[in-house]
């Protein structure tokens, strides 16, 4: 499989294949076809609708993580999604619409909570668990039937705490 490949419109498998971590420790970071189509479907379930209902950019920092990768990862669960290719981590881009022109006040924190809210709130976009951290959001995909829809925030340290939608919803 290459690594242009295409897994949904707006995403490309090198997105969620690179890190400089890997290439640092000579890991090598292919997928399996399995993982591959794993990550087509959190792509076409999860981040395909983000994008769309968005309209900005999703910037993937963490996709795919080997065994080998996700161990030298610190405070990397031993059951990580990432290992399957069901979890990636990402933030949103911004434009000079959205924050990085003058005369904006759109924050990466306020694109990420609103990202974070319509993960939670759109019908068309599923998740099996989604941890909003300060500087980006971890979400993952299993399959409708056995999606959890468990939503987190980071506390530091490795320690999360569970939210209600509610609650979620009222973050800033």
């Known amino acids: 499989m290459k690594d242009n490949t295409l897994l949904s419109p707006h995403f490309a498998l090198r997105e969620f294949i690179k890190s400089a971590t890997a290439m640092k420790h000579g ?30 950019p999703i910037v993937i920092t963490s996709g795919y993580r080997t065994k080998a990768l996700n161990n030298i990862i610190v405070h990397a669960s031993r059951k990580s999604q990432h290992m399957t290719g069901q979890a990636a981590d990402f933030y949103v881009a911004s434009t000079p619409s959205t924050g990085s022109g003058t005369g904006s006040t759109t924050s990466h924190r306020e694109l ?3 990202a974070f809210r319509l993960i939670i709130t759109e019908p068309e976009i599923d998740f099996d668990q989604l941890i909003i951290y300060p500087s ?26 569970r939210l209600t939608r509610e609650d979620a919803l009222m973050l800033n």
Request: proline letters at 5%; aromatic letters at 6%.
């Open 27 to 56: 890991i090598d970071n292919r997928p399996t076809p399995e993982v591959v189509a794993n990550l087509k479907r959190l792509c076409i379930n999860t981040l395909e609708p983000l994008h769309e209902k968005l309209g900005l």
């Open 112 to 114: 990420l909570i609103r």
């Open 136 to 161: 980006f959001i971890h979400v993952s995909y299993v399959s409708k039937d056995t999606n959890h829809h468990k939503i987190m925030t980071a506390q530091g340290d490795g320690k999360y705490c």
